[in-house]
């Protein structure tokens, strides 16, 4: 019962790229930890690749709708895929198994409840604080903020397996005048290179097993179509803010496990 409530997680998390752009991708850790028994760094890995693969085909579909900029997600990706590659291959392998006195599970686990809470609040928050301007060229400042926050994503990325969407779609808006659609299909293309590329990172350290990680992200894409049919009758925003309180919740049980 537990493992099918896990592949049923699967679809939700899908659902939830597909009608919000984002949010789905923060439970996958927890889902695959939790839910169907896999060890935090072995979780972290597998959710680079079913975060990718889901998000490719929703950035794949925004790209042919037009709501993707090709050209704005290699400026953010770029920076982002190489500390994600560099912080899997290289950073996660070597980090201590304990630190501070803290072993690694607990701290990665609790830097990724961390990281669901402030998720959570962006949810709750919703997308009324951001200010939506006319698309705009990158200057030399907002370049440079798009390259640094792409580096910092993409470590975030590498330590925890979550795409960072809550990042990434503020900054595209306020930073490149993105409008909000284009901003999500944009901050898709760039989760789906720089986890694909950072799970590959991985290939050397472990042996995945392909025919689950296969089909729990063939479920996850399933749910990105019926996110995306069920948006064209829900707005994904009227859900958002729930689904947001529930990361929440989550976020702050995972975090007290840990610290106690």
């Given at each position: 019962m ?25 439970l ?79 701290w ?11 998720a ?9 604080e ?40 503020p ?10 659609k ?23 350290n ?11 992200t ?11 049919k ?31």
């Amino acid at each position: 019962m537990i493992e099918l409530l896990g592949y049923v997680s699967a679809l939700l998390i899908g659902i939830s790229l597909g009608l919000i752009g984002g949010g789905g991708s923060i439970l996958t850790v927890p889902v695959l930890v939790y839910l169907l028994g896999f060890d935090v760094v072995s979780a972290t890995a597998y959710s680079l690749f079913i975060v990718g693969g889901s998000s490719l085909v929703g950035g794949l579909l925004a790209w042919s709708k037009k709501q993707a900029d090709l050209r704005i997600a290699l400026s953010f990706g770029a920076p982002s895929i190489l500390a994600v590659f560099l912080t899997r291959y290289w950073l996660v392998p070597n980090l201590p198994e304990t630190l501070l006195g803290i072993e690694k599970a607990t701290w990665i686990l609790g830097l990724f409840a961390v990281i669901m809470i402030l998720a959570s609040i962006s949810m709750i928050h919703g997308k009324s604080e951001i200010k939506v301007g006319n698309k705009k060229s990158l200057n030399l400042k907002s370049a440079g903020l798009v390259i640094i926050e792409g580096l910092g994503v993409g470590v975030l990325t590498g330590l925890v397996g979550a795409g960072g969407g809550f990042l990434i779609i503020p900054v595209l808006v306020m930073l490149t005048g993105l409008p909000m659609k284009t901003a999500i299909g944009t901050s898709l293309l760039i989760i789906a290179a720089k986890s694909l590329i950072g799970f590959t990172g991985d290939i050397s350290n472990f042996s995945p097993d392909w025919i689950f990680l296969l089909s729990f992200t063939g479920i996850a894409i399933l749910g990105i179509f019926l996110g995306i049919k069920l948006g064209d009758h829900i707005p994904g925003e009227k859900l958002k803010p729930a689904f947001g309180w529930f990361v929440l919740i989550m976020g702050i049980g995972i975090l007290i496990q840990q610290l106690y």
